[in-house]
């Protein structure tokens, strides 16, 4: 469904049957269309019980989709560069976010599963998503399975290797590599293929509802309103299935515990109103970038990366701290040696910079339950081959922190814009831009019937136990579900896996991974379909 913001019309479309129709219809303004126009795919066959489930089967079903259609789909995705709105800025002119949505609702549409509906439903002036729902079908369970991806893009970065690129498409040894191509642009594929596996088994399961949004990788600022004008049809969410979240190694389930929230803006300092001979000026004249130093100063540590404000930080919970522990055992020295650490010789043997701890419990804390900062962009430098002896007139950061899932983010910014403008060294103008931020996340307790169907789904397709581990990433989706369905499980997982790289150069999706992942969503989906679930939690 297309809304459009001149107009105030709606189209809608629906796949299978005799083929597409469409029929336009008034729509307040401010609000997506309640009228929509619909072909089922099929008609509704009987059901078998869920825990007649064949999970041999279910996987030779989503791997044969998956090497059939799925990888060359994510492969044309990868060629469009459908970047996230905070890196382009002329989104809707260039129309790459609204291709990539509408190639997906082609592909939806025409894999005819039984009963599905879909729409791209547009509010005013941001970016486009796509909504799909399937009928319970075999069950009595009321609640909504509510399954989450994203199609937008990061900016290309720098430094792909020989062969790839961020637009280029390349499949190599089980590994698609391009951008999106893992984060997350196969989530939507991978959704539905999960669904389709189970209705060609016939096993009965919940309604389940697809929210697959273009503006993830901007903050999901736009992603509030259309949750609150698609409340009603998400209905009573029991489950949810993020497949925007990473995985600790490719051998087992991972189910994501953990979120760290984000607060950022541009720190810019300014001595100068124009470049001036550094000969002349420097000793009398500060540097602007001695004072933006000196700034950082009283946020980091820069001997250690710790944030010094107390109130960036908060206790890991019994629970995540005994996780960890587990966790480590897991996956030990990995947690550290699987980034691209830079190297040198030395005396005749190879030197490895390190990381901040070499302890894994620690290591895995200090990327999930501990405050960061990062320094993700400058300004007021001119190239290497262009730098004379100028004293710059103002120095800018893009800064970047990453916040305990406890800590709330809106307070942070302001906190953080408090702490770097007072007090200027020299009296410089420093100013800080906040850019928005987004809360953190801590899963809810996990309910019995949830953890036996992880274990279940982990023995049945990686022939492992299901692992437990936070991330250091941002979802801001999950903290709004979490508010607005606070009795929901959260199957928070992906295929960010060792060495994936979404953001940076050589990003790749590993599809034997991706495959079998698929089969342990649908294993899920099913298991939730069961009677007779405990309410209570497990400990």
Same mark, same amino acid.
């Given at each position: 469904?297309?809304?459009d913001a001149g ?12 083929g597409?129709?469409s ?6 303004a401010?609000?997506p269309?309640?009228e929509?126009?619909f ?19 279910l996987l030779?079903?989503?791997s044969?989709?998956?090497?059939g ?8 995705? +990868? ?6 709105p905070?890196f ?11 291709t990539?949505?509408?190639?997906a ?5 025409? %894999?005819?599963?039984?009963?599905l %509906? ?12 796509? *909504?799909?729902?399937?009928?319970a ?25 020989s ?7 390349? /499949?190599?040894?089980g590994?698609? /590599? ?7 642009g196969y ?8 669904v389709?596996?189970? @209705? ?7 309604r389940i509802?697809?929210l697959?949004e273009?503006?993830?990788?901007s903050?999901?600022?736009?992603l509030?309103p /259309?949750?609150?004008?698609l409340r ?7 489950l949810?299935v ?7 190694n ?5 189910l994501t515990? $953990? ?6 803006g541009?720190? @810019?300092?300014? +001595? ?6 550094s ?5 009398l004249?500060? $540097?602007?970038?001695r004072?933006l130093?000196n ?14 404000? &107390?109130? #960036? ?10 996780q960890?522990q587990?966790?480590a055992? +897991?996956?030990?020295?990995?947690? /550290?040696?699987? #980034? ?11 030197a490895? &910079? ?8 620690e !290591? ?7 405050p960061?900062? $990062? ?10 081959k262009? &730098?004379g002896?100028?004293?710059r007139?103002?120095?800018? #950061?893009?800064l970047s ?6 800590v ?7 906190e953080l814009k !408090?702490l ?11 100013? *800080? ?6 809360t ?9 019937? *949830?953890?036996?169907?992880l274990?279940?789904a $982990? %023995? !049945?397709?990686?022939g492992?136990?299901?692992g ?6 941002? +979802?801001?989706?999950?903290?709004m579900?979490?508010e ?5 499980q959260m ?12 953001h940076?150069?050589?990003?790749f999706?590993?599809?034997p ?16 379909a069961?009677?007779?679930k405990?309410a209570? &939690?497990?400990?």
């Amino acid at each position: 469904m297309h809304f459009d913001a001149g107009t105030s019309k709606c189209m809608t479309r629906s796949g299978g049957g005799t083929g597409v129709q469409s029929k336009t219809v008034a729509c307040p303004a401010a609000a997506p269309p309640t009228e929509s126009l619909f072909v089922m795919n099929a008609p509704l066959h009987r059901e078998i019980p869920a825990g007649l489930l064949d999970s041999a089967r279910l996987l030779d079903d989503v791997s044969a989709r998956w090497d059939g259609d799925i990888v060359r789909r994510i492969a044309d995705y +990868i060629a469009i560069p459908a970047k996230s709105p905070a890196f382009e800025k002329d989104w809707a002119a260039l129309g790459y976010l609204d291709t990539v949505v509408r190639n997906a609702a082609e592909w939806v549409e025409a %894999q005819k599963v039984e009963g599905l %509906q879909w729409e791209i439903v547009r509010l005013p002036g941001r970016t486009p998503v796509l *909504f799909f729902e399937v009928p319970a079908t075999g069950t009595t369970v009321a609640e909504t399975v509510l399954m989450y991806g994203h199609l937008d893009k990061q900016p290309e970065f720098t430094g792909w290797r020989s062969g790839l690129g961020p637009w280029t498409p390349v /499949y190599d040894e089980g590994k698609l /590599y391009g951008r999106g191509s893992a984060d997350d642009g196969y989530a939507v594929y991978a959704a539905v293929a999960a669904v389709q596996a189970l @209705k060609a088994q016939g096993v009965a399961h919940p309604r389940i509802v697809g929210l697959v949004e273009t503006c993830e990788e901007s903050g999901s600022y736009d992603l509030l309103p /259309y949750v609150e004008a698609l409340r009603t049809r998400l209905g009573d969410v029991g489950l949810v299935v993020c497949l925007d979240s990473g995985a600790g190694n490719y051998d087992q389930l991972w189910l994501t515990t $953990s979120l760290r929230g984000m607060a950022g803006g541009m720190l @810019k300092v300014e +001595i100068l109103t124009e470049g001036v001979h550094s000969g002349d000026a420097s000793g009398l004249v500060p $540097s602007s970038f001695r004072i933006l130093r000196n700034v950082l100063d009283r946020l980091e540590d820069s001997a250690t990366g710790r944030l010094l404000p &107390a109130s #960036f930080h908060c206790e890991v919970p019994a629970e995540r701290l005994a996780q960890a522990q587990v966790t480590a055992g +897991i996956l030990g020295d990995e947690i /550290y040696k699987r #980034f691209p650490w830079a190297h040198y010789d030395c005396g005749g043997s190879t030197a490895f &910079a390190l990381p901040t701890t070499t302890d894994p419990v620690e !290591a895995l804390l200090n990327r999930t339950w501990r405050p960061t900062l $990062s320094v993700t962009g400058a300004d007021g430098f001119p190239a290497l081959k262009d &730098a004379g002896n100028v004293l710059r007139p103002y120095t800018a #950061f893009k800064l970047s922190l990453r916040l305990p899932p406890l800590v709330e983010a809106a307070a942070a910014v302001q906190e953080l814009k !408090a702490l770097l403008e007072d007090n200027a060294p020299y009296q410089a103008k420093v100013t *800080f831009e906040g850019g928005g931020g987004a809360t953190g996340w801590n899963a809810p307790a996990t309910a019995p019937w *949830f953890a036996r169907a992880l274990e279940i789904a $982990s %023995q !049945a397709h990686y022939g492992a136990p299901c692992g437990y581990i936070g991330q250091g990433g941002t +979802i801001p989706l999950m903290n709004m579900l979490s508010e607005g369905f606070p009795q929901a499980q959260m199957m928070v997982c992906g295929v960010l896996g060792p060495k994936s790289n979404a953001h940076g150069p050589n990003e790749f999706l590993h599809v034997p991974y991706a495959r079998k992942l698929t089969a342990a969503v649908a294993e899920v989906i099913a298991a939730m379909a069961a009677p007779a679930k405990p309410a209570t &939690a497990a400990t």
